[in-house]
Each structure stands twice: as C-alpha cells, then as structure tokens.
C-alpha cells in the first residue's frame, strides 16, 4: 500500500518554465491537497478537491492551477513559475470517518525557481 | 489572517520530562483538531485528534487537551523522548463545513540528553 505518491521529488526551473506535479493516492479518498511549506511559514493549503470534478481555491492559489484528473490522481500546475514559488510542494489525502487519521501526506517534491 | 495559530516557534525540553505544545484558533467553525510530526525531509505524519465534543484525547504517551471556550488546544507528551525531536503542527478542520484543512506554523521540539 504505498499511500500518497508524488513526483517528481526534485525539480529546478528557470523562471517563466511551466511545469506540473504529480499526486496520487491509493486509499479512495475522496479529498486531495496540495500545500507549500516554506520556512518559518509552516504549511498553507494551495487548492483543495473534495471530491471528484471539484476543486476550490485554499490560502494562497495565485500563480498555481489544479486539475482533479479522477479520484485517485490531483496535479498541481505552474504556468509560468516565479523564484517566489520555491518552496516544497506536499500533496495530501484524506476522508472525514471518525476516529480514523484524516489526512495522509507524500514525501514532498523539492521545487527551486531560479 | 491566521486561522491557526503556533505561537512558539521552538521547545527545548529534556529527556524524561514532559513537553507540553500549544495551539490557538480563530475560526468557530473548526470542530476537528489535529497534531501531526513532521521529520526532515519527509511529510506530515498524523499523530492525535481531537473532536470538539470532547476536551480530551490520550494515545499512550501523547494527550490533546481542547479548551473550545478559550479557542485552545495542547499536545502533551509525557515521558519526552530523543525521537520526539521533530516539528509539530497544529491542524483544524470542520466537518461540517467545507473540506479545507488549516495548519499552523509549526513548534520545532528539541529533546535535550
């Protein structure tokens, strides 16, 4: 069961590059995630699906667009990437059932703007 | 505006003791509260929740305290380990409202020998 799986791990751009990652899940959970971590800023939410065909905007979504391709699979897209947009990139899953540990993350993708 | 806030952005504790780790919130809404451990290079990994219909929640040496009147919670860990050391966040959510889940910015626990 490998969970939430991301790619890729490492990626650097040169600024005005597009570029999309990845997520996959594999637990049928209906909602999706992606956050940035950056220093001192801890995790915000990006965009967000809570189920297949929706997504919504999170706490910062400018320069960033999302595609929920089917349940399993949630892609985060830069059109045109900006040194601002360095950071690590997590993408997360999760189901509102009582009791059981709502949100699963992947290990991260590594994105330097330069 | 910050929803979830972490006030103290680095713990030093030693071994043995206990670590207590604080988390205020803003929006009523919320009724599901949530620590997660974060190691280097790695993602989140759940560690204990809480419901808003409870003001206490223990799993083994991790307990979540939720005072809903002063828009508080804390995680407490008794005995602090070395493997404690990491970043916690605090998260919330509702599950009545829509699916979004807020993390604060994360306390870095030290476990001192």
């Known amino acids: 069961n490998a969970g939430v799986t991301q790619t890729p791990k490492f990626q650097v751009l040169k600024t005005g590059q597009s570029m999309t990652l990845q997520c996959a899940q594999d637990?049928?959970?209906?909602?999706m995630y992606w956050y940035r971590q950056d220093p001192g800023m801890g995790l915000r939410l990006i965009y967000y699906s809570a189920s297949e065909g929706t997504t919504d905007k999170g706490e910062v979504p400018n320069g960033y667009n999302v595609s929920r391709l089917n349940k399993r699979e949630f892609s985060l897209r830069l059109e045109s990437a900006a040194p601002s947009q360095t950071s690590v990139y997590f993408c997360?899953?999760?189901?509102?059932?009582?009791?059981?540990?709502?949100?699963?993350f992947g290990d991260g993708t590594r994105l330097s703007i330069l | 505006d910050q929803q979830v806030k972490q006030n103290s952005p680095s713990l030093s504790v030693q071994e043995g003791r206990i670590s207590i780790l604080n988390c205020d919130y803003t929006?009523?809404?919320?009724?599901?509260f949530l620590w997660y451990k974060k190691y280097p290079a790695e993602g989140p990994t759940f560690l204990i929740s809480i419901s808003s219909i409870k003001d206490k929640n223990e799993d083994g040496r991790f307990t979540v305290f939720l005072n809903k009147s002063a828009k508080h919670l804390s995680l407490h860990i008794v005995p602090s380990q070395p493997g404690d050391s990491a970043v916690y966040f605090c998260?919330?959510?509702?599950?009545?409202?829509?699916?979004?889940?807020?993390f604060g910015k994360g306390t870095r626990l030290h476990i001192l020998p």
């Open positions: 997360a899953s999760s189901e509102k059932i009582q009791g059981a540990p709502p949100t699963h």
């Open positions: 929006n009523s809404m919320f009724d599901y």
């Open positions: 998260a919330a959510t509702s599950y009545r409202g829509d699916d979004k889940i807020i």
């Open positions: 637990m049928n959970h209906n909602s």
